[in-house]
């Protein structure tokens, strides 16, 4: 029976991908280290429900991807099929005083991913990148096509090397592979750092939600649900090795794609729909831009849309009530 290998599984967006691969029937291998990042008791959680649902169609492996051996020994015996990379090191801010764990994770640990998907001839490889490679681009929407060789953080950097070196590994090895910008996911079973998670939060237990750059930020939310739409969708369709131009502007079978809503929404917006569905006005504590972030994400998805049939559905007040609506039911369990 062939596998899909899903990396960081415990993981927001990986917990989902998981989740809706063994829905439709396929075998899924989990790799995840359970790092402290943040509580690996929402990981464990999000295991045991993976757990529950799916019974054996779903496996899990607690290991390092970043330590080669231990992934060796993760995938022994396991004939994988296709792989979707989403460990890393996540986190803009954390970057700034953390950066070696983002050279072991994001850059070590690709490579072993690349690696592993050579030796083992693997039909497709999806990784995730991330919408902070376009760094200070100030032309929106951001497009694949567009330059991205200033990043303003070290985790922007990470993504975008890892970009390269899947583009060196699809040149040499014609390993097809996609890799996907993913723009401010948010959902049931997201990551407690972000800010959904950190306004809910706070305006449920009456604290002041810290607002940066005074207010004056636009992000393109986008719900759990439509990212994983086009992450499924890319592990069906690898890119062909036909020579031709991939969005991303490679020749080998290797593509990259924006995965946004295509709206970005102000931040005023996404407070006041967690104010209505929580019931609760927000406390605003205004604070400076933060180093390393940018004032404004726009995802440009018109290749997703022409190649993958990526077309978010999901309305940031709808997204945001079935968020809250989850973190309530989470928080009393």
């Keep these: 029976m062939r596998t ?19 829905a439709r029937g396929d075998t899924v291998l989990g790799v995840d280290d359970l790092n402290p990042y943040y509580d690996p008791a929402l990981k464990r959680a999000r295991l045991a429900t993976l757990a529950e649902r799916h019974g054996a169609r779903v496996r899990f492996v607690q290991a390092d991807f970043a330590d080669d051996a231990a992934l060796d020994a993760a995938v022994a ?8 990379h989403l ?8 970057s700034i005083d953390n950066p070696r764990a983002y050279a072991r994770a994001n ?33 929106l929407p951001f497009r694949v096509d567009d330059p991205v060789n200033h990043p ?5 950097a990470t993504k975008k090397a890892d970009e390269l070196m899947s583009e060196s590994y699809a040149h040499l090895y014609r390993l097809p592979q996609t890799g996907l910008r993913f723009f401010t996911v948010y959902g049931p079973w997201g990551r407690p750092d972000m800010a959904v998670w950190l306004f809910t939060q706070a305006i449920l237990e009456g604290r002041p939600i810290r607002v940066f750059n005074q207010g004056a930020m636009q992000r393109d939310f986008t719900f759990i649900d439509d990212i994983v739409d086009g992450v499924v969708a890319a592990l ?41 569905a929580a ?21 440009d998805i018109a290749e997703a849309a022409r190649d993958l049939g990526f ?23």
């Design 4 to 22: 899909v290998l899903v990396t960081g599984m415990a993981g927001f967006i990986g917990f989902h991908v998981a989740d809706r691969l063994a």
């Design 279 to 299: 019931g609760r006005a927000a406390i605003r504590d205004l604070q400076p831009m933060q180093a390393g972030d940018v004032p404004a994400t726009f995802a």
């Design 107 to 139: 850059l070590l640990g690709h490579l072993n991913i690349l690696e592993l998907a050579r030796a083992r001839t693997t039909q497709q490889l999806v990784y995730a990148s991330s919408s902070s490679v376009y760094g200070g681009n100030t032309s």
């Design 77 to 84: 015996g396991v004939e994988i099929d296709r792989i979707v």
């Design 311 to 333: 077309r978010p559905t999901t309305a940031l007040e709808v997204g945001v009530t079935r968020f809250v609506d989850w973190y309530r039911t989470y928080r009393s369990a």
């Design 152 to 156: 303003v953080s070290l985790y922007a």
């Design 87 to 94: 460990g890393a090191q996540a986190g803009v801010r954390y």
């Design 236 to 276: 069906d369709r690898p890119p062909a090795d036909d020579l031709a131009v991939k969005p991303g502007g490679s020749r080998a079978p290797h593509a990259i794609y924006n995965l946004g809503n295509n709206r970005p929404e102000p931040l005023d917006r996404l407070i006041a729909a967690i104010e209505m």
